[in-house]
């Protein structure tokens, strides 16, 4: 038997990646001309069924088939991520004006998540007082896309927002954290002793609950927002008011910081979310959430979070909201991990699914990544 030559051998390896590399590179222009197609009708990248065709004919298509197994995990790997150039294609805005509805006026920790995380794109800015206001702007079309507080590191989740979220018809599309500092604001020539009345939204008295435990002589009146409570001290005027806001609501509104950094967790960050009206294809998406419900028995919600521990996805984050009209019964707001282009996450959301009385996908986005 004639000895191998692992030189040789390595040499017809380069020259087989060589063709292979000029075969893919065919391949992929080609699927950019997909793209450009699909985009051009408004087709979804994926077709599941289309890949699955494709795995299968080019597997018949080998003399050994031994090597079927490995061809087809290989055929996976490269339309997996020819689905990421398509969306990234899909996803180009190019000159567009995107209408952004913001929780709050100008000033707001919402206005500066919104403006961080549109940066390098054209948008207007539209303002609301209310939460529901807000979502109500992208479920009837008036705006393309809205941001809203939906979790505080100090005081956990904002459950007004939870419960609109299941209730309308939207689609979370990405996420922006901000560090959060609040200070008591006060008009020229307030001090803290003149200070009587205290406005804020009531997450923020919350994050400042051991400054006040402080004061407790000082009225805590809850209000719309922070820099809406910033507002209303500075159109009164009144050296008995004050507000708790960030920085930029009192240089907004010409207030000054009577105390500043009055947060009680110097760590102090809040998540918000960006919602449009349907669901969008994210390029490296990795982060799900959804809305479920389980049978009133036991053992029923360690079941169907089990799915996600088995297959390896990690469980980022666990809300309950109680049920209309049911007692000790409960929805369950879930972030976890994953792509749902990716065929093991798809069947684990079939999984949970067939677990549960209820499944609502809110959305698939990029996590928040801080830049350094």
């Known amino acids: 038997m004639q000895e191998l030559d692992l030189e040789l051998i390595r040499k017809e390896i380069d020259k087989a990646d060589q063709q292979l590399a000029e075969v893919l590179e065919q391949r992929l222009q080609l699927v950019m001309q997909v793209a450009a197609y699909k985009k051009s009708k408004g087709m979804p990248v994926k077709d599941k069924n289309r890949e699955a065709k494709v795995i299968a004919k080019v597997a018949s298509l080998l003399e050994n088939k031994d090597y079927s197994i490995a061809v087809k995990n290989i055929m996976r790997g490269i339309i997996d991520q020819a689905c990421v150039l398509e969306e990234t294609a899909m996803s180009e805005t190019s000159d567009r004006t995107f209408e952004v509805a913001c929780f709050g006026p100008a000033g707001s920790?919402?206005?500066?998540?919104?403006?961080?995380?549109?940066?390098?794109?054209?948008?207007?800015?539209?303002?609301?007082?209310?939460?529901?206001?807000?979502?109500?702007?992208?479920?009837?079309?008036?705006?393309?896309?809205?941001?809203?507080?939906?979790?505080?590191?100090?005081?956990?989740?904002?459950?007004?927002?939870?419960?609109?979220?299941?209730?309308?018809?939207?689609?979370?599309?990405g996420e922006q954290c901000v560090k959060i500092e609040q200070n008591l604001l006060g008009c020229p020539g307030a001090t803290l002793g003149s200070i009587k009345t205290v406005y804020s939204h009531p997450q923020g008295f919350k994050q400042c609950k051991d400054f006040f435990r402080d004061y407790p002589d000082m009225e805590q009146v809850p209000y719309f927002s922070t820099s809406k409570s910033a507002e209303e001290v500075a159109e009164k005027q009144d050296i008995t008011l004050g507000a708790v806001a960030g920085k930029a609501a009192a240089d907004m509104y010409n207030l000054q910081i009577i105390a500043p950094a009055i947060n009680s967790n110097?760590?102090?960050?809040?998540?918000?979310?960006?919602?449009?009206?349907?669901?969008?294809?994210?390029?490296?998406?990795?982060?799900?959430?959804?809305?479920?419900?389980?049978?009133?028995?036991?053992?029923?919600?360690?079941?169907?979070?089990?799915?996600?521990?088995?297959?390896?996805?990690?469980l980022m984050n666990l809300e309950s909201r109680p049920m209309e009209g049911k007692s000790w019964e409960y929805f369950f707001y879930i972030d976890v991990t994953g792509n749902l282009s990716d065929p093991l996450v798809a069947d684990v959301m079939e999984e949970v699914k067939a677990k549960s009385t209820y499944l609502k996908i809110l959305g698939n986005y990029r996590a928040y990544e801080k830049k350094e």
């Open 109 to 173: 920790f919402t206005h500066q998540a919104l403006d961080e995380y549109f940066r390098g794109r054209k948008y207007n800015r539209h303002h609301y007082n209310t939460f529901e206001e807000v979502i109500s702007s992208i479920s009837d079309g008036s705006m393309d896309y809205a941001v809203l507080p939906i979790e505080n590191s100090s005081t956990g989740g904002i459950t007004e927002v939870y419960d609109l979220l299941r209730h309308y018809d939207c689609s979370i599309v």
């Open 266 to 314: 110097s760590n102090n960050y809040t998540r918000f979310v960006i919602i449009a009206r349907k669901p969008e294809i994210i390029p490296h998406a990795n982060k799900i959430t959804l809305i479920v419900a389980v049978k009133h028995e036991t053992g029923s919600l360690y079941k169907m979070l089990a799915s996600f521990y088995h297959t390896g996805l990690n």
